[in-house]
């Protein structure tokens, strides 16, 4: 996947609380077998005329913008396709002292799939989403700042996952940039290892 460092894009502001995944992908589409198609479901469930993502000034949007705790609820890495899939690079959530901007499953999932969460304080957040939908900003990833309107509002991000999102990395990727050690881990492991048929109780150990 491609790997994020700055982007310049229009807002969509739908600036709710506890958004959870089945809000995001209803259920009932988890059982579909491919993994495209799911832009056009996000928030099945309650688009209509007067849904944010619904109003002219949201169309073309890159850049999300929700409330506190967004992705709580039930695991499902369908969440973030969606999003992904209706065509947003980031989500900015608020983060406050009781609650997180993100629940940690959706962090996962989407650091997974290379969609960059921003946690910015209620101050920043307050400006940012103030700006409303089809507002332009620039986020610097390098920089981890939210370019808006003429200000700088800066956001925490773990440093691996800014690694990972950089250079468009999923897990597996993660891993392989270790191959040589893994390699070399391998080459001069001695533990037990079964290398025969160990049905029966045979089978040798490695080393």
Not at 35 to 49: K, P
Not at 166 to 193: C, H, N, P, R, Y
């Amino acid at each position: 996947m491609a790997g994020f460092n700055t982007h310049q894009g229009r807002l969509a502001v739908y600036n709710a609380d506890q958004v959870d995944t089945d809000r995001i992908i209803p259920a009932r589409y988890l059982s579909r077998v491919s993994r495209q198609g799911y832009g056009e479901l996000l928030f099945s469930d309650v688009r209509g005329a007067d849904f944010p993502l619904d109003q002219p000034e949201a169309d073309g949007a890159t850049i999300l913008v929700a409330g506190t705790n967004f992705g709580c609820g039930s695991s499902r890495e369908h969440a973030v396709w969606a999003i992904q899939q209706a065509g947003f690079k980031a989500v900015i959530a608020r983060i406050e002292a009781g609650s997180p901007g993100f629940s940690d499953i959706f962090r996962q999932n989407s650091a997974n799939c290379g969609l960059l969460l921003i946690e910015l304080p209620a101050d920043s957040h307050a400006k940012v989403a103030g700006l409303g939908s089809g507002a332009e900003v620039t986020i610097d990833l390098p920089k981890q700042v939210v370019e808006a309107s003429g200000e700088s509002h800066p956001f925490e991000i773990n440093p691996a996952v800014k690694d990972q999102l950089l250079k468009g990395l999923d897990l597996v990727g993660t891993t392989l940039e270790f191959a040589g050690q893994i390699d070399k881990f391998e080459e001069g492991w001695s533990a037990f290892a079964p290398t025969g048929d160990t049905a029966n109780g045979a089978g040798a150990s490695k080393g």
